[in-house]
Nanobody, 124 residues
Framework: QVQLVESGGGLVQAGGSLRLSCAAS????????MGWFRQAPGKEREFVAT????????YYTDSVKGRFIISRDNVKNTVYLQMNSLEPEDTAVYYC?????????????????WGQGTQVTVSS
C-alpha cells in the first residue's frame, strides 16, 4: 500500500512560483508512474502532468506546458511539481497520484493512490 502527502501550496501573486512536493510512504515508487491533478471549485478534477518510473518521460496538459515541470526522486520517494509564471486560472487544490502499472496515463481512473491535496491560490 502507498500513502501520499502533498505539501508546498499557498498564496502567491500572479507571475510567481511555487514548488509542490508529494512524499510517499509504504511501498517504494520505483515502478510507479506518478501524476499531478488539480480541481477548482465547481469544476471536475483535471490532469496536469505525469512522469514515468525513470523520470525520463513526462507529459503535460496544454495549459501548463512551458510553465510547470514535474520531476521525481525515487531514492527519497518524492515527486515534485515546479510551477512558474502562475496565473489566477491555476488556482485549485492540487493532488498527486500513483499509477502502480506505470501507464503514465492522463486518465484519472488509472491511478490507484491519491494524496489529500494542497491548496494553491494565485492572486491577480
Amino acid at each position: 500500500q502507498v500513502q501520499l502527502v502533498e505539501s508546498g501550496g499557498g498564496l502567491v501573486q500572479a507571475g510567481g512560483s511555487l514548488r509542490l512536493s508529494c512524499a510517499a510512504s509504504g511501498r517504494t515508487l520505483r515502478s510507479y508512474a506518478m501524476g499531478w491533478f488539480r480541481q477548482a471549485p465547481g469544476k471536475e478534477r483535471e490532469f496536469v502532468a505525469t512522469i514515468n518510473w525513470s523520470g525520463v518521460n513526462t507529459y503535460y496538459t496544454d495549459s501548463v506546458k512551458g510553465r510547470f515541470i514535474i520531476s521525481r526522486d525515487n531514492v527519497k520517494n518524492t515527486v515534485y511539481l515546479q510551477m512558474n509564471s502562475l496565473e489566477p486560472e491555476d488556482t485549485a487544490v492540487y493532488y498527486c497520484a500513483a499509477d502502480q502499472y506505470g501507464s503514465g496515463s492522463p486518465s484519472i481512473h488509472l491511478y490507484d493512490y491519491w494524496g489529500q491535496g494542497t491548496q494553491v491560490t494565485v492572486s491577480s
